[in-house]
């Protein structure tokens, strides 16, 4: 889901609990669930031993539905319109991109604004609770926005069709297509090349934490109202995996985050780039259209500018290659621990919010002036030691400082720096495409053999986007270096011509 000016995608966004003492293909693949009923929380304080009973945790959720159920799709408008949703000129429906999205029933002009959806209808963290017990415990502590709604939306999934929400959660996927379900040796084995593997690896780390958090200082404290049954890692995968792919940030509603029901029906396009935000004069989450739609065709909306690893580490899809305009890929530089300035320049980094080590993203187009200062910085010689600050300076994106810093004399070095780098980087990627083709999935069951094609088959369609970019950047920087040194060339010959007609 897109939210309006900057996505939500990024795990700086999702906050820890430590401070409290803080045009796309989705996939056709769907594992199965057990649908085991549980009984809803109460909302009465009790002692018994019966409640401190813990249930067998369920390896998976008991809510929701399979990612193209149309059925639960269309309970879901019918709930929505008798509750306030004015009519729509766009129906769910199957479709070719998404699997189901919002199909356009009439003529749909390009700057006409759509969905009004009221607030009514809108999730976010001052939604009433089903049990408000539980709302007030965390509340009472504090606790952010992200795990507040995370912990709301498993809690008012229990409650079944007793929640208000009932209809909307029914039409949630049962497993959002995330890499929150990538086991560490999927993630080790597909994304072995590509930087997103780190991102996920932290992502995942960090909803860990944040679960284990609350269970330590709430749940444990409060079983009555968060039994472990309900409240547990595999329901706390599920509830970030909806915040992932479906939260919004509304910037005219003071930057609030929130669920949008309706609204998160709406596919990805790289072609488009209109975003949801909240309309003061209609009172309602719009968009507004940047290209006419006919009957029958599927309206899109952006998630915002992401390079193709960010859709998938939140999205689960990869857009096709080429189709993307800011699709990038994360290029790492480090410092070399020879060098003999190796201490002054990790302080003059460190100084500015930097490291030893790090990453700059590359795009078909060009890579940020940022890169080029960190490349100076590491290739530039001890006689170069007052110009380091103002290297490390320019390195960082946190400073106002100037960026378009030149050094003439060590250009050449630098440039060959950060060629070192791309063809590093891309030898990885050739490595992995080169071995996908026979790599042995390891699996007995079909249904294990179809998710294990498939998340192969998104590894290599992101690091052939990946590698495209290296490539290009390979061709751009060698084709300076030739202009450098054969410039170079030129002029030594010119020397030597007029030193053999003074001689």
């Not at 052939?464 to 084709?479: D, H, K, N, T």
Request: with cysteine.
């Amino acid at each position: 889901m897109a939210e309006a000016g900057t996505i939500i995608l990024n795990t700086r966004f999702l906050p820890s609990l430590h401070s409290l003492h803080k045009t796309h293909r989705k996939v056709s693949y769907s594992q199965p669930f057990l649908h085991k009923r549980h009984p809803a929380i109460q909302c009465s304080i009790s002692t018994s031993s019966d409640t401190k009973a813990a249930a067998k945790v369920s390896e998976t959720v008991p809510w929701g539905c399979d990612i193209d159920s149309v059925e639960n799709a269309e309970a879901l408008q019918k709930w929505l319109s008798d509750s306030g949703l004015p009519p729509q000129k766009m129906a769910i429906q199957k479709v070719e991109v998404g699997e189901r999205g919002l199909v356009a029933l009439k003529n749909i002009r390009k700057g006409e604004m759509l969905l009004f959806v009221p607030p009514s209808l809108v999730i976010d963290a001052d939604s009433e609770w089903s049990c408000p017990e539980a709302g007030e415990v965390l509340k009472q502590y504090s606790v952010p926005d992200w795990p507040l709604l995370a912990t709301y939306l498993i809690s008012e999934a229990s409650f079944e069709k007793s929640s208000r929400w009932s209809n909307y959660i029914s039409a949630l996927p049962r497993q959002p297509y995330s890499l929150l379900y990538w086991t560490r040796a999927e993630l080790d084995t597909y994304l072995e090349a590509s930087r997103i593997r780190e991102r996920a690896i932290e992502r995942i780390t960090n909803v860990t934490g944040t679960y284990n958090d609350l269970r330590l200082r709430i749940f444990s404290k409060h079983p009555h109202l968060f039994p472990e049954e309900v409240f547990n890692m595999e329901s706390f995968k599920w509830s970030f995996g909806i915040l992932f792919s479906r939260l919004v940030r509304l910037p005219s509603m003071d930057g609030r985050v929130a669920l949008v029901p309706w609204a998160d029906m709406l596919n990805h396009s790289c072609e488009v780039e209109t975003f949801l935000d909240y309309d003061k004069s209609s009172k309602g989450v719009v968009f507004t259209t940047d290209r006419p739609y006919q009957p029958g065709e599927q309206v899109f909306i952006s998630y915002g500018r992401k390079s193709n690893g960010e859709l998938l580490l939140s999205y689960g899809f990869v857009p096709r290659e080429g189709t993307n305009p800011s699709d990038s890929v994360e290029l790492s530089l480090s410092l070399k621990k020879s060098d003999k300035c190796y201490r002054e320049k990790l302080e003059a980094l460190k100084k500015h919010g930097l490291s030893a080590s790090q990453c700059y993203p590359l795009q078909v187009t060009g890579w940020p002036l940022e890169l080029m200062a960190y490349a100076y910085l590491a290739v530039s010689p001890p006689s170069m030691s007052r110009q380091f600050e103002e290297m490390a300076a320019a390195a960082s994106n946190k400073t106002t400082t100037n960026k378009n810093i030149a050094y003439p004399d060590i250009e050449e070095q630098a440039l060959q720096f950060i060629l070192d780098s791309c063809e590093s980087s891309i030898s990885k990627y050739t490595k992995f495409l080169q071995a996908s083709g026979s790599m042995d999935l390891d699996v007995t069951s079909p249904k294990q053999l179809n998710r294990r094609l498939f998340l192969k088959q998104l590894a290599v369609d992101l690091c052939s986007s990946e590698s495209r970019i290296l490539f290009r950047a390979q061709y751009v920087l060698r084709r300076r270096l030739r202009d450098i040194r054969s410039g170079e060339l030129r002029g030594l010959k010119i020397f030597s011509g007029f030193r053999n007609f003074f001689g």
